[in-house]
């Protein structure tokens, strides 16, 4: 059984039909007004005749009006233009603003009886088990605040982790290296330069695997 041929698509139509008004108008200048040829377009002919005959037929306050016309509608796609611009920066901002919310490091809660620090494991577990890369970053920085937290503790002095880890003795523990390892990592993403296709399951996997070594040897899981 013959099948019906396909519809051409609205915008190959259009095409068509804009070739052969085209055309037509090229017929009718060359038979009309001017020849249109390679000849009359390079020396100049084709151009001048047309312009003259358009300026013969039409007044030169409408051609005039016209052109403020354009000018007043790109005056006013500029300032729409600008507008969604502005409106487009302010939804971003939004937006990021409710991603840092979202994804921000949880800081260890102070258990009010005992003044230690319950260390949320099981939000950071939560996060690994996620699909999405975004959620392995988060786990590993708030993994990192933990051990700030911790090695604050116990006693160690810097404002940051890499500080306090320098004041720690190498004997200390012996995930020592791993968790200096792990706190690198923790660097690459904080100042984005890990991408989510850098960051493999099994690199986040090892990496919270480190730390929790060192949360176990530290007495803090």
């Known amino acids: 059984m013959a099948h019906d041929a396909p519809a051409p698509a609205p915008d190959t139509l259009i095409r068509d039909v804009v070739i052969v008004l085209s055309f037509i108008l090229l017929v009718y200048v060359s038979d009309n007004i001017v020849p249109v040829n390679v000849d009359t377009i390079a020396s100049g002919e084709a151009p001048a005749t047309m312009l003259s005959f358009v300026l013969g037929k039409v007044p030169l306050a409408t051609i005039q009006n016209f052109i403020f016309s354009i000018q ?12 969604g611009a502005f409106w487009a920066t302010l939804k ?11 994804y921000k490091p949880i800081k260890p809660e102070v258990d009010s009886l005992s003044g230690a620090k319950s260390i949320p494991w099981q939000v950071i577990t939560n996060h690994m088990n996620s699909e999405n890369p975004a959620e392995w970053k988060l786990a590993i920085l708030e993994a990192d605040n933990i051990l700030d937290e911790v090695l604050e503790d116990m006693g160690y002095k810097g404002e940051t982790v890499a500080e306090k880890l320098k004041g720690m003795s190498r004997t200390k523990i012996a995930s020592y290296d791993d968790i200096w390892e792990a706190h690198k990592l923790r660097n690459k993403i904080a100042h984005g330069e890990t991408l989510d296709m850098d960051l493999t399951p099994k690199l986040a996997r090892d990496t919270i695997a480190k730390f929790e070594n060192a949360f176990k040897e530290l007495g803090y899981l």
């Open 72 to 83: 007043n509608g790109l005056a006013f796609l500029g300032l729409l233009f600008m507008a």
């Open 92 to 102: 971003i901002r939004e937006i990021h603003h409710h991603e840092e919310e979202k």
